[in-house]
């Protein structure tokens, strides 16, 4: 079994910056695909950003490209989401996830663990 938690959400004003932590414990002599989801109140849950077993490959959902920069820290079985220019419609709780293959899936029922989940919430 593999725990996921997510630490770095708070408040912040618009045009602002957060990063967001994800450290994974457990079962890590494995490696995993790692992503971000987020679902704020009244709305379905939507794909963030995602990232490959080795880190070479990133995927981003349109709505936070080039704004939002995911990375990911192996040796510490951590994964970041840094978040630039935030805007209040990126007010909602993010959640980390991970899954025992080498690519990135924008599928949230692809990941195998999830984190508990985290809350951003940005002031206009």
């Known amino acids: 079994q593999v725990q996921l938690v997510n630490s770095g959400g708070g408040l912040v004003q618009t045009g602002g910056s957060l990063r967001l932590s994800c450290a994974a414990s457990?079962?890590?002599?494995?490696?995993?695909?790692m992503g971000w989801f987020r679902q704020a109140p009244g709305k379905e849950r939507e794909f963030v950003a995602a990232?490959?077993?080795?880190?070479?490959?990133?995927g981003y959902a349109d709505s936070v490209k080039g704004r939002f920069t995911i990375s990911k820290d192996n040796a510490k079985n951590t994964v970041y989401l840094q978040m630039n220019s935030l805007k209040p419609e990126d007010t909602a709780v993010y959640y980390c996830?991970?899954?025992?293959?080498?690519?990135?899936?924008?599928?949230?029922?692809?990941?195998?663990?999830r984190g508990q989940g985290t809350q951003v919430t940005v002031s206009s």
């Open positions: 996830t991970a899954a025992s293959s080498i690519f990135y899936s924008s599928n949230w029922s692809a990941y195998d663990y």
């Open positions: 990232i490959s077993l080795n880190g070479g490959r990133t």
């Open positions: 457990g079962d890590t002599n494995n490696r995993y695909a």
